[in-house]
């Protein structure tokens, strides 16, 4: 069995807390055959600084932490890139998901696509304008996992700024439909409840709008059976009893009405929770009003508890600082096992966010879409997803077009571009001149991120 | 020059006179070296015979008509068949334009798309699948004209059902634009106002969403002028002093306050009148309410309006077949010039609806769109419409996807994917489940279209 | 861990013994969790029953085999179906292979491409036709594997008939490149031989002209090492001094200049034998005349040789009926891991041949390709096999055009159709008319199998 | 009817007079509604001063000819600038056609493809690049008509270079097919023979191989009809006896057998002449040998022969010098309908070599491909030309792809690049090693256009 004795990660963002620890526990638990060094760079400093003294405290730490100063110290000769940023602070964060509420538009995450998600876009693209050329410039060589969203425009970005990168973006909400798919053999057999990684899935879409055209377990359809489950379901919701996530905030509730009205309606099954599936809807569909949304049984997540979950994280970080152990914990994310394919230390197969050469062919060659891939010995390779139900293909094309035209708007500074895209968006159901306004105060918001397109 | 002694013409439908009429205008003033005879079929065989008398009392008529019993009769060794039929009746019109409004739906003509160009859709479609049928038996040879709507998913089911058929479909919508950018000419430069034909245009779209992203006169870009024309206009809308229709008729006026709101959101001109360019946009656009549309400027068409007219081509053909004379008039339509280059007795380049062979790469092949072809001597050959802009692209897409599943779920019979088509209709921005009441309504109110469906 | 009592394989062909056999061992060795029944059909029944008395004397065979009458019994409720059948005999074959050297056409193999792969089809591709009927009536969900060459053309027959089938073809000549990189490793590097499993590459292009455009062995890019290996063993050629199948037969010898001769001339490697490699080159690249041939380190397979294997096979046969031990052996196939695959029993990424739906988007789709693909709980999706060398991929084209004329002109009964890829193949270095002597003279050889055509 | 006054036009080349005397015969004749300037460059400064004298002693020349030092003054302010340039000299050219004799390949041509072809390309492509950066700076507006072979790769280089650039390649090869399916008619039906630019036609394909695949007159499919043309005729050949070419010089004679055996065969017409066909076909169809060259009824063109063309125009230059009447005649060229109707003067239909944009669908987006093309005031928009014959397309694909890696080759320095394509010509029936020899050998002959290279 092969040993890497000196791999090279790079961790740009990772401030605000969670993503970090999860990568410290994680290269721990599940990095056997890697040791080396992990850079910090963040834009906070100390909380760089303060990650690099939790990381260190942990005893027997295969990898030794850093904080860098540069992010072309954090860079340099790095293996891999992991991108876990929060774009701004939590105030544009207050202004994407709450502002367009005064229009009557209501948005569960707002951080991937609808009014925030466009906004958080135009924020965000210049600084991976910047990443990519230090990418280029210090390890054009690494392996970039990206987890910061708008996924889609932020790997898109990576790849237009340095075409020859070797980027993926990750995502974790797949693995929630296949948990759900489990549950559903559970439910509806009385089979016991199997691994979430052994329910296998042929997926499509894009980010946060991926969507499951195949699903079996053993060589056992699960098609029929999540059939049944969703007659059973469809009108009082389920609610997973070992989720401890939904109970502890209503806010991430989530009853998986939307997925079963889906797939009762497109024989397919919507990879993604709830909150983010509705957004890629027409507006009056599953949103338009909190009492629509209570209907439909899923919270829309506030800023403000994001900011309480961030104190929490605070507090926590000031109590491990003072000699709290680091409790080690399964964080269910892939991120570590990839690296190790990509050294040819296992092989792999699971979903991510890559460029379109071809795996699904009914959306344009180049646009980032969301497929299985095959992660082994430093190459990553997309599965092909095949074609696409025809009418889920017409709403995931709206904001695929949508979103090439925010990212070319970006990048060419046209922000009337990215007005064209903003306008067409599913939640933006208001009349041009209204979604105007709503557009110009979003972006006074983010006056301080405007240099770039001035 | 050649001369066609023997030209057979099958004219299907156009019992409710306006087309049918204009044809025998146009073969007379317009089929220069044509001669032959004209088979009329229309269900309402008095229509039919009354037509025949109108037609074959006109002096030296090159052409003899004669209505028949079967549309097999009509069809049998026919060169050209024009299909011009009303599918149902203006009771089901009724229903499909005025229904939807007490969902707060309002379409100004709801023929093409929107839930009445849906509903529609799946009445006509079984008569189109006859009508290829028949055409496969009688004529396979015959090139077809359709002009009825609506148009893409009635060439679409031609092609569909007989794969070989020599059909398109033609509509005088891009004329008007044509028009118009003629005026802007006058209006801007003070030039003398050209034919419309002399107006050079690129076509690429769907029938009644079409667009021209260039436009020229002797060589000259009219898009500056036309760019200046919109920032003079597009506030208080503008009027053709020449259109008679407009005056005639406050349902039919037409500001142009959509062509240029789209022109200088867009860039390109939306070259189809504003009643039927609306009901493409989010239904939040410029229709939503009868007070969005008097501010945009254009009419809703009511059904009551269309009964009115058809009482007075009712009354008109009483006078004629009591001896009235027939007055020849130029209708502006070219589908006599067609049959002309067919025959090889000149060349034309116009616009016509055909399946996309690659004339529009950014639209799936064999999806029904709109751009210029080369009519001439037995060919008709799309001309490249090249890359649509890409947000209007994405505008276009939509009802595109939406076209091809109501096409494919009335072929299948699969109601169910004709309502995914629906609920994602741009004018649809209601409920899913209000929608479904709707859809069911307006189906129930064609119950006797539906022995095809069970 | 799951384990699968009732498995049910059918078995067409093999009556030649080799694969058959092979598939008895491997089903032994690699099958844990599978037990159940092998149906054997053959045209030559008694090959059947001799090879169903050897499998059922093998002590502890956890399956049962059966020889069927009828090909409907074999494969009646078959979970699995494998395909390895001789198209025609040995006489045939000889007019397929050494028919052309009249021609000066000299051929290594013949069964794939050139003048005897073409023949060879027009033969073979009736009996697909009967074999997928067959299967879309006894097993319509059951997974087919097939063996059989011309392996593209038979798996397209399969899919063009019945196009829901769940088919592809295997095929280890990738393996076998693998094997040669883990040797330039050796060699070139001094590192210890690895299996060839752990040679992670990516494979594209059509069987047994497939090609490598990435390798790598634990994250280490193995081109530079391949380029270095090329470089020192191009002009001599390089055995493989564990390869005993080299040393028995001159026919079957090897040198791998064919190989290093296109690496170095295109930068990317062949992924098939040398025989098969030159065999789709301008026929006067590597063959054209035995001296040639010699020149280039590899061998022509004859026909007698070939007679010989079989003797020694039927000899074999002969004496375990009579008792003598069955031997078990790893072939080195993927068969039986592949099922174990599609059960659910473990994952596996391996090269198969499949309809193109984007994973060569270089490729018409629909044309069968070879790609990776990843096998897994009754799903095969191929894996993206990205862009083609430009000048590679015209050497590709061209048999992929002929191969595809062939299949379609065998199905639609056009020989001349078939004559048009004849004509065009690369080893066809003839002038037209020649061409059509030859075409017609082996034609003739294959008269018995001409009903289909007439 | 309008009339342009100030028409400026740049004519690039054109020493070697031919092409520039037809030129100001056919501004005179045909180029009603136009006056102007041309401006004259040519490398050799005296050629284009005596065409400027030549012109402006024409008597009522519309246009006002001045040579030019440098290419900027000439190319500055043009509407249109006509391309149509000898790269190198007969040396040169001595070398591309003669030059592969030695091994055994016979070239009728030499200037489009084949081992001549390509070595042109290398020589020529450089002086496209600075052409097209000219225009670029000088006149990015202009029209840009292209006569220069070849013409495929010489197109693709203006478009690579300055990729806004509005040119077209023009080609009369197709008006000869034209005229044989004009005579086909007069042979075989008595009609009288019609002209042929009323003779329409379907052009798919690459320059110089281009095919026609669907033909009519007045509407009469002409496919029938040439077909027993080439029943009658494809053994002896056919003479048109009003070709003057043909008897002028054994060289340039054609019989045609070369266009009816390929029909006869692909069931398409090849529209180019027989010279030029053959060489996109495999070499031992139709050359091969001057015998077989013979025996195909068509020459092969001398250098010798060319030289002696260019001292007869030569001693015509030096009459009209001293006072000869310029002699005006039809050349059959369009290139100034072409200028009329880009002005608005008129509508012209004809075959033009532009990028793919989706007209020939079979071949790469981006690919040189010759079609028909509409042209209208300031638009020339190309015909969507279909689908092509798979085994036409099979030939043509060889060749197109060879022709992008020459370009790409040539501008990327990759002469590696440029020798795989070279390798790959259907001409080059040799080993691989011989084959680089040749190629070496050219080169060095070519060593003055080098620089490029280095």
Same mark, same amino acid.
């Given at each position: 069995?092969?040993?890497?004795?000196?791999?090279?990660?790079?961790?740009?963002?990772?401030?605000?807390?969670?993503?970090?620890?999860?990568?410290?526990?994680?290269?721990?638990?599940?990095?056997?055959?890697?040791?080396?060094?992990?850079?910090?760079?963040?834009?906070?400093?100390?909380?760089?600084?303060?990650?690099?003294?939790?990381?260190?405290?942990?005893?027997?730490?295969?990898?030794?932490?850093?904080?860098?100063?540069?992010?072309?110290?954090?860079?340099?000769?790095?293996?891999?890139?992991?991108?876990?940023?929060?774009?701004?602070?939590?105030?544009?964060?207050?202004?994407?998901?709450?502002?367009?509420?005064?229009?009557?538009?209501?948005?569960?995450?707002?951080?991937?696509?609808?009014?925030?998600?466009?906004?958080?876009?135009?924020?965000?693209?210049?600084?991976?304008?910047?990443?990519?050329?230090?990418?280029?410039?210090?390890?054009?060589?690494?392996?970039?996992?990206?987890?910061?969203?708008?996924?889609?425009?932020?790997?898109?970005?990576?790849?237009?700024?340095?075409?020859?990168?070797?980027?993926?973006?990750?995502?974790?909400?797949?693995?929630?439909?296949?948990?759900?798919?489990?549950?559903?053999?559970?439910?509806?057999?009385?089979?016991?409840?199997?691994?979430?990684?052994?329910?296998?899935?042929?997926?499509?879409?894009?980010?946060?709008?991926?969507?499951?055209?195949?699903?079996?377990?053993?060589?056992?359809?699960?098609?029929?059976?999540?059939?049944?489950?969703?007659?059973?379901?469809?009108?009082?919701?389920?609610?997973?009893?070992?989720?401890?996530?939904?109970?502890?905030?209503?806010?991430?509730?989530?009853?998986?009405?939307?997925?079963?009205?889906?797939?009762?309606?497109?024989?397919?099954?919507?990879?993604?929770?709830?909150?983010?599936?509705?957004?890629?809807?027409?507006?009056?569909?599953?949103?338009?009003?909190?009492?629509?949304?209570?209907?439909?049984?899923?919270?829309?997540?506030?800023?403000?508890?994001?900011?309480?979950?961030?104190?929490?994280?605070?507090?926590?970080?000031?109590?491990?600082?003072?000699?709290?152990?680091?409790?080690?914990?399964?964080?269910?994310?892939?991120?570590?096992?990839?690296?190790?394919?990509?050294?040819?230390?296992?092989?792999?197969?699971?979903?991510?966010?890559?460029?379109?050469?071809?795996?699904?062919?009914?959306?344009?060659?180049?646009?980032?879409?969301?497929?299985?891939?095959? =992660?082994?010995?430093?190459?990553?390779?997309?599965?092909?997803?095949?074609?696409?139900?025809?009418?889920?293909?017409?709403?995931?094309?709206?904001?695929?077009?949508?979103?090439?035209?925010?990212?070319?708007?970006?990048?060419?500074?046209?922000?009337?571009?990215? =007005?064209?895209?903003?306008?067409?968006?599913?939640?933006?159901?208001?009349?041009?001149?209204?979604?105007?306004?709503?557009?110009?105060?979003?972006?006074?918001?983010?006056?301080?991120?405007?240099?770039?397109?001035?």
């Amino acid at each position: 069995m092969n040993h890497f004795k000196s791999v090279k990660i790079a961790y740009i963002g990772g401030g605000s807390r969670g993503w970090a620890w999860g990568l410290m526990s994680d290269l721990i638990l599940h990095g056997e055959g890697m040791e080396g060094q992990v850079s910090l760079y963040d834009i906070d400093r100390q909380a760089a600084l303060n990650n690099q003294q939790i990381a260190n405290n942990i005893p027997e730490n295969p990898f030794r932490y850093t904080a860098r100063d540069t992010i072309g110290e954090a860079l340099e000769g790095a293996d891999f890139v992991v991108i876990s940023i929060l774009p701004g602070t939590f105030d544009e964060m207050e202004s994407d998901v709450h502002g367009p509420e005064a229009y009557g538009i209501y948005q569960p995450v707002g951080d991937t696509t609808g009014p925030g998600g466009i906004v958080r876009a135009v924020r965000t693209i210049p600084m991976f304008v910047e990443i990519a050329q230090a990418i280029e410039k210090y390890c054009p060589e690494a392996w970039v996992i990206n987890y910061t969203n708008p996924m889609s425009m932020c790997v898109d970005t990576l790849y237009r700024t340095f075409p020859k990168i070797k980027a993926f973006g990750c995502c974790h909400e797949v693995f929630g439909t296949q948990k759900l798919l489990a549950r559903s053999l559970l439910e509806m057999e009385g089979e016991p409840l199997p691994p979430r990684e052994e329910i296998k899935v042929n997926v499509q879409g894009i980010n946060h709008f991926t969507w499951i055209d195949q699903a079996s377990f053993h060589g056992k359809d699960l098609f029929p059976i999540f059939q049944k489950f969703c007659e059973k379901y469809h009108e009082t919701g389920y609610i997973d009893p070992t989720d401890q996530k939904h109970w502890a905030n209503g806010e991430y509730k989530k009853k998986e009405m939307v997925k079963m009205d889906l797939f009762l309606r497109y024989g397919v099954i919507g990879a993604a929770g709830d909150r983010h599936l509705s957004e890629f809807c027409p507006g009056q569909w599953y949103l338009g009003s909190p009492e629509n949304v209570a209907r439909w049984g899923f919270g829309l997540t506030s800023v403000a508890s994001r900011r309480e979950g961030l104190q929490r994280r605070l507090e926590k970080s000031r109590r491990m600082l003072a000699g709290e152990p680091f409790e080690l914990k399964q964080t269910g994310e892939e991120g570590v096992r990839q690296m190790r394919a990509l050294l040819g230390l296992e092989d792999l197969v699971t979903n991510v966010n890559l460029p379109n050469i071809g795996q699904l062919p009914d959306l344009p060659l180049g646009c980032v879409v969301e497929t299985n891939a095959v =992660f082994t010995s430093n190459h990553v390779r997309p599965v092909c997803g095949g074609k696409i139900q025809p009418q889920v293909l017409a709403l995931i094309q709206r904001t695929a077009c949508n979103q090439i035209s925010v990212v070319e708007g970006c990048l060419n500074r046209d922000l009337n571009r990215v =007005f064209q895209a903003f306008s067409n968006d599913p939640l933006v159901t208001i009349p041009v001149a209204q979604a105007r306004n709503l557009f110009d105060q979003m972006l006074a918001h983010n006056s301080k991120y405007h240099q770039f397109y001035i």
